[in-house]
């Protein structure tokens, strides 16, 4: 007769030995406000989301905020990307410098559907009310240089997910690190994102009325209750890069960066991107690779441009655009603009 736990213990060993039943089970869309995974910038989109290590401008609030400690003047940031279904994401934020103490900044970052019509069973034309849906996230941002070569920064999110009458809400962290090496320039980041508490749905559309025990007469049928929704974490993301700048001649310049990026609720994936910049950085050109070694990914080829022109009395000025290839879906577009005072 086998033995059955030898027969179990055989099978275990051969599910996790064996490499394609083992990549077969995935975390994929078992997350909440998966909207914080939509990249920031159209610089940084453009470059593939290679932008750990560089983020030295005002979306580093999103990248890495250790990035923020290196911004030495006010600076603000508008960015609109246009996905897909019409779904946008749009993003705001304020980087204010305060000397010894370091920097701080403030973000939003807003994912919105527009309205749909409401159906039912009984009215699949639409029942002549509207819902809406949306995302948000509202981030406070503080980054400090520990040493001359050595950043530290942290981001506190409150996010927000809202359907019709019901939402969930959540606080999030972010932590990160910028390290300049000294072999030949290369600079080395970590970051961790989306640390916090789980979230999950609750609100008036979840109101339902509930007859504790059908089988009796003369019992309260109507008793008010709502439906218990599952509790889901936030989409953690460990990320870990390189990059370095090449000076070519006195006013151009390439940099190339590399990201690693661990998530919670996937596979591993490697980032790649580049930027030459031409002339000071007054005209910039950009791209990238996402989601290399990632199975069935869906994302790919990135490109983008930007100008820059600091010759204005009061401020600076850089317009930004990317361009972000899906496989199925319709191509992503950023833009961006970001003022420097």
Sequence with gaps: MINKKLLLTVILAAA?????VAQQVTKTGTTAAKFLNVGI???ANAMGGAFSSIAND???????????????EFQTVFTYTKMFADINVNFIGI??????????GFSVTAL???EMDVTTEYYPEGTGEKFSAGSYAFALSYGRFITDDFAVGVNVKYIRESIFNSNAQGVGFDIGTIFKTPFYGIRFASSISNYGTKMQMNGQDLLVRYDPDAQRNGNNATIDAYYATDQFELPLRLQVGISRDFQIMDQHRLTIAIDATHPNDNNQWVNVGGEISLFNDLISLRGGYKTLFLKDTQEGLTLGAGIKYDGLKFFKIA????????????NM???GVILSF
């Design 333 to 335: 577009h950023s833009f």
């Design 58 to 72: 005002a979306t580093a609030m999103y990248w890495n905020p250790a990035g923020v400690a290196a911004i030495n």
């Design 95 to 104: 980087v204010i410098p305060a000397g010894s103490f370091g920097n701080v």
């Design 16 to 20: 996790l030995l064996n490499p394609v």
């Design 319 to 330: 317009v930004d655009y990317s361009y972000q290839q899906l496989k199925y879906l319709d």
């Design 41 to 43: 910038g159209p610089r």
């Design 112 to 114: 919105n559907v527009g």
